[in-house]
């Protein structure tokens, strides 16, 4: 239950170097859900990715490629607030559908 987690884990596409869309822009539908629940989340792998790029914009959100990495963010969550306010719009339904539209001159 995520209601009683300290902070949330997002394990993100770790191939970017790959030419492969998926590994360069693919967002896990759980990224929506945990950002709008407002819990510090660690996001692992992906660095350089889209959603990294991303991720990078929100409070609360450490973005960790290592194991020191992860550490430290550890570290932080327990010196820090336990609860974020974001705006999840950019993630939203509608923004997404109106990227695509965009993304493809619609």
Known sequence: NSAKCTALILF???D????????QSVVPGKTYELLASGRPIIAIGGKGSELWQRLRSYEGVWLCS????IE???IKLEEGPSHFQRDV????KPNQVKEMADFIGL
Not at 89 to 92: D, G, R, T, Y
């Open 12 to 14: 993100l596409w770790d």
């Open 16 to 23: 970017v170097s790959s030419s492969s869309i998926y590994s």
């Open 66 to 69: 290592n194991a020191s990495e």
């Open 72 to 74: 430290a963010a550890l």
């Open 89 to 92: 719009e950019l993630f939203s």
